[in-house]
Structure formats: structure tokens, C-alpha cells
């Protein structure tokens, strides 16, 4: 069973930017599509960004592409969000992911992930 911990959250200046970082431990997380969602306050948890490691692709939700990039080191089962250009609706408690992994497939859904690390608070001041 694979057990995720996510890093790298904090308190950030509109503009600013953090790298989140989630490790993976019990399988070669290479074996998963690696996914970031966020949840603010009062909000549904929300797509990010997904890292399908079979199929060679990424994806994006619409409000974070050119901003945030999604990369993973295998040697270090570690997978990496690198926001930039943060804004204060960036602000949420950033979770990383684990799916199945499926080379014809990424998904950007809630429940089609079933691996949910504990959470990190990233919060963007203006």
C-alpha cells in the first residue's frame, strides 16, 4: 500500500511561488497516476494538476496552466508541484494523489483517486 506525505506548504506574497513536494512511500509510485487537488475553505475539493507517468502526460486545471507544473523524480518517489505566480485564490490545503495507473487514461476526478495524502496549507497574502 502506498502512503503519501505531502511538503513544501507556507505563507506566500501575490506573485510569489512554492514547490510542493509529495513522497510516496510502499510501491514504485511510478506504478500510479500522481494527482494535486485543493480544497479552500468552504469549498469543494478541486482538481490540479495530474502526472499519468505510463501514458507520458500531464494535465491541468484551466486555473492553474502556465502557473503550476506537475514533475516527479522516480529515483526519489517524489512527486513535485511547482506553483509560480500565486494568487490569493490560490489559497487552499493542497492534497496529493494516487490512481491507478492507466496509460490510455488521467483522470482529473475526485473519487477515481483512491491513495490521499494528509494535506499541506498553502495561503497567499496580497
Known amino acids: 500500500q502506498v502512503q503519501l506525505v505531502e511538503s513544501g506548504g507556507g505563507l506566500v506574497q501575490a506573485g510569489g511561488s512554492l514547490r510542493l513536494s509529495c513522497s510516496a512511500s510502499g510501491r514504485t509510485f511510478s506504478d500510479y497516476t500522481m494527482g494535486w487537488f485543493r480544497q479552500a475553505a468552504g469549498k469543494e475539493r478541486e482538481f490540479v494538476a495530474a502526472?499519468?507517468?505510463?501514458?507520458?502526460?500531464?494535465r491541468y486545471a484551466d486555473s492553474v496552466k502556465g502557473r503550476f507544473t506537475i514533475s516527479g523524480d522516480n529515483a526519489k518517489n517524489t512527486v513535485y508541484l511547482q506553483m509560480n505566480s500565486l494568487k490569493p485564490e490560490d489559497t487552499a490545503v493542497y492534497y496529493c494523489?494516487?490512481?491507478?495507473?492507466?496509460?490510455?487514461?488521467?483522470?482529473?476526478?475526485?473519487?477515481?483517486?483512491?491513495?490521499w495524502g494528509q494535506g499541506t496549507q498553502v495561503t497567499v497574502s496580497s
Open positions: 494523489a494516487a490512481a491507478r495507473s492507466n496509460p490510455w487514461y488521467t483522470p482529473t476526478r475526485r473519487n477515481e483517486y483512491g491513495l
Open positions: 502526472l499519468n507517468w505510463s501514458g507520458g502526460i500531464t
